[in-house]
């Protein structure tokens, strides 16, 4: 898991890449405020291999992390 924010000496990090064939999905470290995801692709990408995360297949594949992806998901509101 990675901290994106300005206190780089807390171990923070201004931005990430994200390799293909990996998620991504992103929160607010505490209980307030708000998180802004933003996504920037690379020549060699291609719509034909994008794909929306399903959360009911990812917590099939990976059931002891299903808590946490479904908490990242659009359906929890």
Do not use: Y
Request: proline share 5%.
């Amino acid at each position: 898991m990675l901290t994106l924010g300005t206190n780089i000496s807390n171990g923070e990090i201004f931005q990430a890449v994200v390799r293909a064939g990996n998620w991504f999905a992103a929160r607010p470290v505490g209980t307030e405020g708000f998180s802004f995801v933003g996504c920037t692709v690379a020549p060699g990408f291609s719509f034909d291999d994008f794909e929306i995360a399903d959360p009911e297949k990812l917590s099939e594949e990976f059931p002891v992390h299903a808590e946490l992806i479904r908490s990242l998901s659009k359906s929890s509101g």
